[in-house]
């Protein structure tokens, strides 16, 4: 079980998740090195670390070597695009880093025999022909669809983790990541409640994709990061869901947002984009059970604090202007 004053390597740390995991670790006693060559990720969400003195940064692209030095007892590899909008801008580094920057990371754990916990996600269900989805389902997903890119890339990285663990005997760790939003998302990070938000708090109208009726089931970045460190200290080597199970329209979240920032803003419908899933809900039996996880945080309240975050993201830019 990891303790203080281990040292975790957390490749993407300056992104959204990763900076959030890099604050929990710290909070725990961890040193951390955060690793991240910026491409997605924003210095803003860790310069509150930089003078941190158990924190460091690297600026590097994990799909080439990874140079540590001394010991290191958790590896933690969150680096990729994550959103639609980046993935299809950066099909190739995404797919590069799922599976070049997944074999550096592993390689990096097994230098140092150290714990290695792999970020994965709810896309290795693709389109979902199960509903909740398990970890014990395999998935629906289009190969050479343009969202292949990112599916493909991380149900690679989850097998690549496993034949590290049991060829290499590398302890490892897979948590597959659902929907999750709170402050350090970026305004033009393209998943729908940056999107549904920053139109909303700019009097725009508000987009929705399909008829609306699509689902997704979203988790607060603080209730994701405290099962995602469960995970980590735990001995569970086969992927586990993390997520909220609350299931929702995407009509009924956008709703929701413009009530809560109280907009004039109105409901336009676009074109649903290609293999864009229909439905999204975690089944949390095995967190709940072995992990003792489940999300604490209501949705309406961490609607307002990522709210919050954005309408204080969204001045300071009109400011610069």
Known sequence: MPKQNEISVVTGGAGFLGSHLCDRLLAEGHHVVCIDNLITGEISNIAHLLGHNRFRFVNHDVTDYIFIDGPVQNVLHFASPASPIDYLKLPIQTLKVGSLGTHKALGLAKAKGARFLIASTSEVYGDPLVHPQKESYWGNVNPIGLRGVYDEAKRFSEAMTMAYHRFHAVDTRIVRIFNTYGPRMRVNDGRAIPAFISQAIRGEDVTVFGDGRQTRSVCYVDDLIDGIYRLLV??????????????????????????????????????????????????????????????AVDRKAGLKKTIEYFRAKIGSQAAVK
């Open 234 to 295: 735990s001995e569970i080597s086969e992927p586990v869901n993390i997520g909220n199970p609350d299931e929702l329209t995407m009509l009924q979240l956008a709703e929701e947002v413009i009530g809560l920032i109280g907009s004039g803003s109105k409901i336009v419908f676009r074109e649903l984009p290609e293999d864009d899933p229909k439905v999204r809900q975690p089944d949390i039996t095995k967190a709940q059970s072995l992990l003792g996880w489940k999300p």
